[in-house]
């Protein structure tokens, strides 16, 4: 990690971020943030459910997760009072999926692995930002080159709505700073150097030396590691 941040630079930043979401909500009406339990959205979690809650919430349970995942969501819901929305897959697209690769078929091919997450998080995520016109995420530069080619505010016609990506300039250092000055709960993962964390049998800890996304889809090529939520390919920007 960096170095430490001076705490009311880091309180202008959150404030940023605060302005960024209330932006967000004035310009797109229906906004809803796709809270992925990471390291960034406890940060986000955090300024929405206390000063932005116009913002609805949702988390996608691929029904893969890591058990202190679910025990994060549930630290989450009891420290502030209020229940994550959790969308989970269609179990007979689910049944299909298996019957058709097998249930640790991701592992054998690219489009395996894409197929996986197409039935597990895609297309729920699909179904939980329909009606929205603008979805918020967590996203930062430093993760990887596609990020960090990503704009704040992008029209993802992929999805047709706008995406908002309050975070994009903060640093890992920054997030955990955030995290400690205010407390937050977090998932102790993290603690066993894993950076970055989604499905169990697709994420493992980072050895010394690799990089912060190395210990996701670590079997394939640096370029190809994003779900589909996020493209490999970068989304026009939005107009001015």
């Known amino acids: 990690m ?7 630079d880091l309180e202008q930043k959150a404030s ?18 796709s809270n992925s339990l990471g390291a960034e959205a406890m940060v986000l979690t955090d300024i929405i459910w206390t000063h932005v809650p116009e913002i609805d919430l949702f988390s996608i349970d691929t029904g893969r997760l890591h058990q202190e995942t679910y025990d994060l969501l549930e630290k989450l819901e009891r420290r502030y009072q ?15 999926l298996a019957a058709s690769q097998g249930v640790n078929g991701f592992y054998h ?13 895609i297309e729920p995520f699909k179904r939980a930002i329909a009606g929205y016109t603008a979805w918020i995420t967590g996203v930062r530069r430093e993760q990887s080159a596609t990020r960090a ?21 903060w640093s890992e250092t920054e997030v955990w700073q955030y995290i400690r000055a205010h407390k937050l709960p977090y998932n102790v993962l ?17 050895q010394p030396g690799e990089s912060r996304r190395a210990g996701r889809w670590w079997w394939e090529q640096p370029e190809s590691r994003e779900c589909g939520l996020h493209p490999r ?8």
């Open 2 to 8: 960096g170095e430490l941040v001076n705490l009311s």
């Open 149 to 169: 080619k990503a704009d704040p505010v992008e029209w993802d016609s992929e999805y047709g709505l706008y995406k908002v990506s309050p975070l994009l300039d």
């Open 82 to 96: 209020r229940s994550l929305r959790v969308v989970y897959p269609d179990a007979r697209s689910l049944e299909r």
């Open 16 to 33: 940023s971020v605060r302005e960024r979401l209330i932006e967000a909500v004035r310009e797109h009406g229906r906004v809803v943030y």
């Open 109 to 121: 091919s690219l489009e395996a692995r894409l197929s996986c997450c197409q039935v597990r998080k």
């Open 190 to 206: 993290h603690d066993r150097q894993f950076p970055s964390i989604g499905c169990s049998p697709c994420t493992r800890a980072i």
């Open 233 to 240: 390919a970068r989304h026009a920007a939005a107009q001015a």
